[in-house]
């Protein structure tokens, strides 16, 4: 899952994009309204979580326009962060758009478990998805295999979680470096080829995730 981080307080993007990171999600962290826009122009999002108070504008503007300006990406999901507090501003921002409020100061724990939930908005699984033998559980982040743990890492859990979201797709190298990696990564780099292969190594006989040569990669729905 890849998440926008717009937030104008530094110290406090460092900690929750840190954070983020460690919880296994592809994060990209940007501080104005204008650096925002460049962002949702060339790249999509699952989750965006937009503070409201900006230096160079309202992040309230910005949900409105992702609701109807075709130059923007809008993300799957849109989470206010906010020192409003007032009932008259989260209704504000719901009505603006957003999906969720959360006020601050917050606990990392809840923005962690609110971002799950937004995920799972719209999904028919809850705290756990089960594809053929394969079970993740996206509040521990562990993984299973015909009940028999996977002992992954957090690179490898977000890409199965990833190809989890999307049984039986072909999904291509750019699209998993665009969900799984975040801005940082190196396109060029063999990185989606080299995290996937020890993925498919832990995930054991017969193989789960195919290659489609010139195409690109497919987990299976119908595993044996």
């Given at each position: ?93 719901l009505d603006a758009g957003a999906d ?32 053929g033998e394969l079970t993740l559980d ?87």
């Amino acid at each position: 899952m890849r998440i926008l981080l717009l937030e104008d307080d530094a110290d406090l993007a460092d900690v929750v994009a840190l954070g983020l990171r460690n919880e296994s999600y592809a994060v990209d962290v940007v501080d104005t309204y204008a650096g925002a826009e460049e962002l949702l122009r060339t790249t999509s999002y699952d989750v965006g979580c937009i503070d409201l108070t900006l230096p160079d504008g309202d992040g309230l503007d910005l949900i409105r326009r992702l609701a109807g300006d075709p130059d923007l990406n809008r993300p799957r999901r849109t989470l206010a962060l906010t020192a409003r507090d007032a009932v008259e501003d989260r209704v504000a921002g719901l009505d603006a758009g957003a999906d969720d409020y959360l006020v601050k100061p917050f606990s990392f724990a809840e923005l962690v478990a609110r971002i799950r939930a937004l995920g799972r908005r719209g999904d028919d699984h809850g705290s756990t998805l089960d594809v053929g033998e394969l079970t993740l559980d996206l509040a521990t982040h562990r993984a299973w295999r015909a009940g028999v743990e996977l002992k992954l890492t957090a690179r490898e859990y977000s890409l199965l979680r990833y190809f989890m979201h999307h049984p039986g797709e072909l999904l291509s190298a750019e699209d998993l470096l665009e969900h799984v990696w975040d801005a940082n990564a190196d396109p060029f780099t063999a990185s989606v080829r080299v995290i996937l292969s020890r993925l498919r190594k832990k995930l054991g006989e017969p193989p789960l995730i195919t290659t489609v040569t010139g195409a690109g990669y497919q987990l299976k729905e119908e595993q044996s």
